[in-house]
């Protein structure tokens, strides 16, 4: 059956911003299938797209290196604070 099944839009789409949950959801939902056989199915189109994917899906990391600046300068500014002793 797996064999049969073609991904509809809004499961491609779930699957390429990294929500695999919501895609296995609306497969089901779509095709009338088990839970371990729609994650079967996900996962196999999830492995074949991975070079796609991991490309699009580097937001987290991204987020983390903007944010990278901003906690060095809290570091920073908690050691000076505590090495001057201001505010006490």
Do not use: T
Not at 14 to 42: M, P, Q, S
Request: glycine share 6%.
């Amino acid at each position: 059956m797996a064999d049969e099944i073609s991904l509809d839009d809004n499961v491609l789409k779930a699957v390429r911003e990294g929500h695999k949950i919501e895609a296995i959801k609306l497969l089901r939902e779509k095709e009338n299938l088990g839970l371990k056989e729609a994650k079967e199915i996900i996962d196999r189109y999830a492995e074949s797209q991975q070079p796609a994917i991991s490309r699009r899906s580097g937001n987290q990391e991204s987020v983390f290196r903007r944010a990278l600046p901003f906690i060095w300068l809290a570091c920073a500014l908690y050691l000076a604070y505590s090495y001057f002793g201001i505010g006490q």
